[in-house]
């Protein structure tokens, strides 16, 4: 049994799919974590066919870490199998794509000392810059959601309205999720038919878009692999469609641009298009905003279907 001295303090989760190599580079790095409380590594494998059980089994002389199995086909699904064995009192999602600064633990954890009304926590995400091309790299519409770079400066900085950290680089307090049985969206995300926007439908419940109790670290870092596919015209359409569409199907009909001023999201498509620096950009902001009043009827019209199921 634990002690409570080496009682388990923060839980790390992945979900990760045919990425052995990765996954391990990202375990290597989290077991080089310097200053960190005692953590759990919990690896949700989502229906590997490569070495995934064997990196994870290689790295328990290293780690605390355990391997649950998910076949059915979502990241989501997979995270809440592992959600179900998490132990930390703060639940740390990443990817198995990421390398973690040496502090990245350390610095989440020390806020969540720091803050105490704050239940959600989100973390700097750096990009290799070189791998996006030049017209994703002007355009601050695109960048987050093709790249996952997220980045609000240097200092801590509390979430404005409808702002939420990404899956890359994310924390919650156990307590506010350790009575439910599937916390995260199993209908949306990587590996369904809307593969973007599962971080805000599961964090939301938890945090309404106005609350107060979510907070950028800057200290806590992150490096996130660009994802070709995302970065070409054809990938970073697609993704923007699909945005789009989720975000109309789920209800994000309002956002903001400062510390208090809502808009709604058509106003918000209109200064984007206003902002565009590239007809590539124009193209992709325009088929997001076609996909966010498809998702916006089928919503309204309740007749929308993901991975064959009618909500």
């Given at each position: 049994?634990?002690?409570k001295m080496t009682?388990?303090?923060?839980?790390?989760?992945?979900?990760?799919r045919?990425?052995?190599s990765?996954l391990?580079?990202?375990?290597?790095?989290?077991?080089?974590?310097?200053?960190a409380?005692?953590?759990?590594v919990?690896?949700?494998?989502?229906?590997?066919?490569?070495?995934?059980?064997?990196?994870?089994?290689n790295?328990?002389?290293?780690?605390?870490i355990?391997?649950?199995r998910?076949?059915?086909?979502?990241?989501?699904?997979?995270l809440n199998?592992?959600?179900?064995?998490?132990q930390?009192?703060?639940?740390?999602?990443?990817?198995?794509?990421?390398?973690p600064?040496?502090?990245?633990?350390?610095?989440?954890y020390?806020?969540s000392?720091?803050?105490?009304?704050?239940?959600?926590?989100g973390?700097?995400?750096?990009?290799?810059?070189?791998?996006v091309p030049s017209?994703?790299?002007?355009?601050?519409?695109?960048?987050?959601?093709?790249t996952s770079?997220?980045?609000?400066?240097n200092?801590?900085?509390?979430?404005n309205?409808?702002q939420?950290?990404?899956?890359?680089?994310?924390?919650?307090?156990?307590?506010?999720?350790?009575?439910l049985?599937?916390?995260?969206?199993?209908?949306i995300g990587?590996g369904t038919?809307l593969?973007?926007?599962?971080?805000?439908?599961?964090?939301?419940?938890?945090?309404?878009?106005?609350s107060?109790?979510?907070i950028?670290?800057?200290?806590?870092?992150?490096?996130?692999?660009?994802?070709?596919?995302?970065?070409?015209?054809?990938?970073?359409?697609?993704?923007?469609?699909?945005?789009?569409?989720?975000g109309?199907?789920?209800?994000?009909?309002?956002?903001a641009?400062g510390k208090s001023k809502i808009i709604?999201t058509?106003?918000?498509?209109?200064?984007?298009?206003?902002?565009?620096?590239?007809?590539?950009?124009?193209?992709?902001?325009?088929i997001?905003?076609?996909g966010?009043?498809q998702?916006?009827?089928e919503?309204?019209k309740k007749?929308?279907?993901?991975?064959g199921k009618?909500f």
């Open positions: 049994m634990t002690s009682e388990i303090q923060i839980s790390v989760l992945i979900a990760t045919n990425r052995s990765s391990s580079r990202l375990i290597n790095e989290l077991s080089a974590q310097v200053d409380p005692p953590f759990e919990i690896v949700g494998d989502n229906g590997s066919s490569d070495d995934t059980p064997k990196v994870v089994k790295a328990r002389n290293r780690l605390q355990h391997y649950v998910e076949e059915r086909p979502g990241k989501s699904r997979a199998a592992a959600l179900r064995i998490a930390g009192k703060l639940i740390v999602f990443t990817d198995d794509d990421v390398v600064q040496p502090d990245w633990l350390s610095q989440l020390s806020a000392q720091r803050y105490p009304d704050v239940n959600i926590f973390g700097q995400i750096d990009v290799n810059l070189e791998e017209w994703i790299k002007r355009s601050f519409n695109l960048m987050g959601l093709l770079a997220h980045n609000f400066g200092s801590d900085t509390r979430y309205y409808g939420y950290p990404f899956g890359p680089n994310m924390a919650i307090r156990r307590n506010c999720i350790k009575s049985n599937k916390p995260y969206p199993e209908y990587p038919e593969p973007v926007g599962d971080e805000t439908m599961f964090l939301s419940p938890f945090s309404p878009a106005d107060k109790d979510r950028f670290i800057a200290s806590a870092c992150v490096t996130h692999d660009v994802e070709a596919e995302n970065v070409n015209f054809f990938g970073a359409f697609k993704r923007c469609y699909l945005a789009g569409r989720g109309g199907i789920l209800g994000f009909s309002t956002t641009t709604s058509s106003s918000l498509i209109s200064q984007r298009l206003i902002t565009c620096r590239s007809l590539r950009e124009l193209i992709c902001i325009t997001r905003y076609f966010y009043l998702g916006h009827y919503r309204r007749e929308f279907f993901i991975d009618k």
